[in-house]
């Protein structure tokens, strides 16, 4: 599969602030408030339970919830330090799919080793970044139907690095692969 690099990647126009956004607690209240159904993981890994669900809405009638899963004790600002590990599934209703090219915007760091693999039935791209504070992390994209969907696994984890870009595809993977429609 074809791996890409930074430097192959064009220059994306930067995402849209959200005119509105809920943080809330229990996903049967965002089933309530999405404008999509709602995937969610039947599989995230032992002892990172959901900690919160943000529904961000924008001034482009796309939407963007986010379904964080925490290390019990921890808090965000601990993920930012490197203290606790974090799943985040991203779900984007948007009419515009993300090309490849924007995927390096839709990260906090640089993007490094994008590979292309299957997910779901679609193309998808993993990839990894740096971060000094928060340790590495890695993301699994792709677009299924009208949903950009994102995974990324942060924190202590197996670090990824220039030896193992790829070392957490396998858990992003399973997570992509688990997601189910939250009735």
Known sequence: MPML??????????APMPVQW??????????????FPLLVPA??????????IRVSDYADD?????ILYLEPGGTLYEIVHGGKKMVDVQLTMTEIPVPLDSIARMSY????D???????????????????????WATLTWREGALDIRVSVIGPWPQPHEY???????TLL?????????E
Not at 6 to 14: D, E, H, I, W
Not at 174 to 179: H, P, V, Y
């Open 22 to 35: 809920l943080e809330l607690t229990e996903l049967t209240e965002a089933r309530e408030v999405a404008t």
């Open 114 to 136: 994008i590979r292309e693999v299957q997910v779901r039935g679609q193309v998808g791209y993993t990839y990894w970044s740096r971060s000094v504070s928060a340790g590495n």
């Open 43 to 52: 599989f995230v890994p032992e002892g990172i339970p959901l900690h919160m």
């Open 174 to 182: 399973r997570i992509a692969e688990s997601l189910q429609t939250l």
């Open 5 to 14: 690099t930074k430097a192959t990647l064009g220059t994306a126009t930067p």
């Open 109 to 112: 760091g640089n993007v490094l």
């Open 164 to 170: 193992n870009p790829h070392g957490l595809d396998e």
């Open 62 to 66: 796309t939407q963007n919830v986010r």
